[in-house]
């Protein structure tokens, strides 16, 4: 049918979801065009009614924005990238543009949540996890679930986080869209996809700390962060100085590490399969670690306090990666083939090595086929939750794990393991998803799909589908 020859025209504009380059998603219109007014309103109506279908989508979203995130552009990203394609969409947000640090958390223990069908944050890691605190939080309170409490199963948010990507370091959305791009992100919240998250939660003795979703580590990414903050004026490039400072002070730290192996889970930490869009593996290994906690409860097992690990030793790092955690600079990430959805977290252990050996380990995480696991030094673990005392703790930590493995009382000693280094550090801190934490001994318990986020996972096989239909979301 040809616009021209039609004497009154009718006509109404699609807008659609194409694919491109890198897990990139644009907004593409088409407009029909008819002659007859009734067979337009017909095709209108209908197209609506499969719309109305769709319940999965989210009508009203409860906005925050942190104006300070990244290079300051959160509001402008929002406004001119974000906002149009919602309107588009017909939905509507109640937005807050933050006032201090904490404000959208402080705000989602008071809001009425019942209003919204999603709250979307725009910044970098830090802003997402102020709102996850917020909502978590906000949930087990509800539920009077007591967060102190590290045994306590918590409470399931199913209200859908976005995240809009406007900050420094935006790995989480990075691990969970495939590519840091706002408009990309909008598209997915728009179609109201679903991706369910694993979080840790950290607790020090009786004590909630964190929650974490993708990397908590000690040593050598503990230090690189705390190198990193005191040198906030380099901007990103503190990162890459703090890095490199850190590889040269070469420092271990000594410690033990118990951790409760996932047994349920199906994959390993050495497998070639990674984290996709639609996960075999993570719908398995919930289901199963679900039917575990049915027996569970109905009392026909009852060990949970055997299967612990125990590893005592010198450490480069011990990292907790809840997801791939990878990014730009590693594409794969510190473990490929750890899950978004599975229950579990990968507990890599790198034991005291040379510096070249150490080089080696790190310089295989940003490139694409070796494997970063494979040295005598590195073992990496599926895990359900570990604790860690350090072997110098501070008088308070004394009573830090109710495994009873250390307990030693606190003693001071000059740093004569480091010679290379001189220092008289004794204990790193820890990187709890890009926020340091004071104490050292703790414990982190994986929640299996305690939240759920507006994205689908990473999709694979991208060049077949564009090949065949590249609007096909
Ligand atoms: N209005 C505000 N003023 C100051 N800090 C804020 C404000 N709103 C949010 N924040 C805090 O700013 C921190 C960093 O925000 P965000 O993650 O968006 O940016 P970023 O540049 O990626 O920072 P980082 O790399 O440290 O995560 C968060 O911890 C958040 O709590």
């Known amino acids: 049918m040809q616009w021209k020859h039609m004497c009154k025209p009718h006509a109404f504009t699609v807008h659609y979801v194409q694919r491109m380059k890198k897990h990139r998603w644009r907004c593409k219109a ?12 017909h095709w209108l109506q209908a197209l609506n009614d499969l719309l109305e279908q769709q319940t999965w989508r989210p009508k009203h979203l409860l906005v925050y924005i942190n104006p300070y995130g990244g290079k300051k552009k959160g509001k402008q990203i929002y406004e001119n990238k974000v906002a149009p394609l919602f309107s588009l969409a017909s939905i509507s947000t109640e937005v807050i543009v933050t006032e201090y640090a904490n404000h959208a958390r402080d705000n989602l223990y008071e809001v009425n949540l019942e209003k919204y069908d999603g709250i979307v944050c725009v910044g970098g890691d830090g802003m997402f996890s102020e709102v ?5 939080g906000r949930v087990q309170k509800d539920a009077d679930v007591d967060q102190n409490n590290p045994k306590v199963p918590l409470s399931r948010c199913n209200m859908r986080i976005g995240i809009i990507p406007a ?42 700390l964190k929650y974490s979703v993708s990397l908590l580590g000690y040593g050598f990414y503990g230090d690189v962060l705390k190198g990193s903050e005191k040198n906030r004026w380099l901007g990103p490039a503190r990162y890459d100085f703090s890095g490199f400072k850190t590889f040269l002070s070469h420092r271990y730290y000594e410690g033990t590490v118990c951790f409760q192996p996932a047994k349920w889970a199906v994959g390993s930490p050495r497998d070639k399969v990674c984290c996709t869009f639609g996960c075999y593996i ?39 990666a809840n997801m791939s955690c990878a990014c730009p600079r590693s594409p794969r990430g510190l473990s490929p083939a750890a899950h978004l959805a599975d229950g579990t977290a990968d507990l890599i252990l790198v034991r005291k090595c040379s510096r070249l050996d150490f080089l080696r380990h790190l310089i295989r995480h940003t490139t694409s ?6 040295f005598p030094f590195v073992d990496v673990h599926r895990i359900k939750s570990f604790q860690f005392t350090p072997k110098h703790f501070d008088e308070e930590d004394t009573e830090s794990t109710d495994l009873g493995i250390i307990g030693k009382k ?6 004569t393991d480091h010679p290379s280094c001189g220092c008289n550090q004794l204990n790193s801190v820890w990187n709890c998803d890009g926020e340091t934490l004071e104490q050292t001994a703790l414990e982190m318990r994986v929640h299996c799909q305690l939240i759920k986020l ?3 996972g990473i999709e694979e096989s991208q060049k077949q589908e564009d090949d065949t239909n590249p609007s096909r979301v």
């Open 30 to 41: 088409v407009t029909f065009w008819c002659s007859d007014e009734v067979l337009c309103c």
């Open 132 to 136: 996850l605190h917020g909502l978590i």
């Open 167 to 208: 900050g420094s370091t935006d790995c989480v959305c990075f691990a969970t869209v495939g590519i840091n791009d706002p408009v990309t992100s909008a598209l997915h919240i728009i179609l109201g996809d679903c991706q369910p998250l694993d979080v840790s939660s950290v607790h020090h003795k009786n004590m909630f």
């Open 282 to 320: 993570c719908r398995q290994s919930s289901k199963q670690l679900e039917e575990q906690q049915r027996v569970k409860t109905n009392g026909l097992e009852s060990n949970e306090k055997e299967n612990w690990t125990v590893v005592k030793g010198k450490f480069m790092a011990i990292n907790a």
């Open 369 to 374: 086929n070796n494997d970063q696991f494979d």
């Open 410 to 415: 606190n003693f001071a000693q000059i740093c």
């Open 454 to 456: 507006f994205a689908r």
